[in-house]
């Protein structure tokens, strides 16, 4: 199943110098003020945010326009959340009524589950039986009128989206900070490659950096 052309997929992520875009802990605030200020403002482009389940768990985003002014409304936030583990004081669903909030879930997530996500505003897609099929998600997307679409990790969500084929952009801060700890979340998880010639192969487009706060911001295609 392919893609359509027209849509563009990015995957944005702050990263440690040794790769951890979390603390063992799942401390995620990794990079700048002013790096906070550029995601905002790539969010204010796109037509929608997509996360995984332990992402919101662990860091209870709003995943709204915030820091910058912008007339367009807040993208529609999209949860990739096989079981429906979303929780339901969460800020995403608390706010679902008023911000457009899609919960995708699997055949997995019981008929309660969906029904209470649903009486607090938000839509829920049901996709496959195991592990979402994002390729699917995607076109259904696509077909639904989504064309700009951002992907905000974690670790597994950027890994099923990479080996998966679906990314056309890879937006990389690297903070001037090692964190170690072997649990810590690295930008791609998932199986990996068993050697290096298999690996993802993306062409570097653009570099910008930020001295004040000693980052660099890596800009790669696909
Ligand atoms: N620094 C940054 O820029 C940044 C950005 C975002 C997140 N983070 C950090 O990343 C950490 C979370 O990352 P994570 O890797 O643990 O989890 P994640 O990518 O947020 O969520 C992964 C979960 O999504 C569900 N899922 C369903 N279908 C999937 C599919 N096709 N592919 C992948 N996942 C699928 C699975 O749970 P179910 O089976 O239960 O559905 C899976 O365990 C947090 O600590 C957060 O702070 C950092």
């Known amino acids: 199943m392919k893609l359509p052309t027209d849509l563009k997929v990015t995957i944005n992520s702050a990263m440690t110098l040794d790769g951890k875009i979390s ?6 605030c990794i990079s700048s003020k002013k790096d906070l200020v550029r995601v905002h403002k790539l969010r204010s482009k796109v037509d929608a945010i997509v996360v995984g389940i332990n992402t919101v768990i662990i860091d209870n985003p709003m995943l ?3 820091f910058i002014r912008s007339n367009r409304i807040d993208p529609t936030r999209i949860i990739i959340d096989s079981y429906g583990r979303i929780p339901l004081d969460s800020k995403i669903l608390k706010t679902a009524a008023t911000i457009k909030t899609i919960i995708v879930v699997t055949k997995q997530a019981s008929k309660d589950t969906i029904e209470k996500i649903k009486k607090l505003g938000a839509h829920v897609i049901i996709i496959g039986s195991k592990l979402i099929n994002l390729k699917k998600l995607f076109n259904m997307l696509y077909k639904m009128g989504y064309r700009k679409i951002l992907i905000e990790g974690g ?9 998966g084929g679906i990314v056309n952009e890879l937006i990389i801060t690297i903070a001037p900070i090692v964190l170690g700890g072997r649990n810590a979340i690295t930008l791609v998880e998932g199986k990996g490659y068993p050697i290096i010639s298999q690996g993802i192969k993306l062409r570097l487009t653009k570099i910008t950096q930020n001295k004040n706060d000693n980052e660099i911001t890596l800009y790669y295609n696909s």
């Open 155 to 163: 670790g597994e969500l950027n890994w099923s989206c990479l080996h």
């Open 64 to 66: 709204t326009v915030r």
């Open 23 to 28: 603390s063992y802990t799942g401390n995620s």
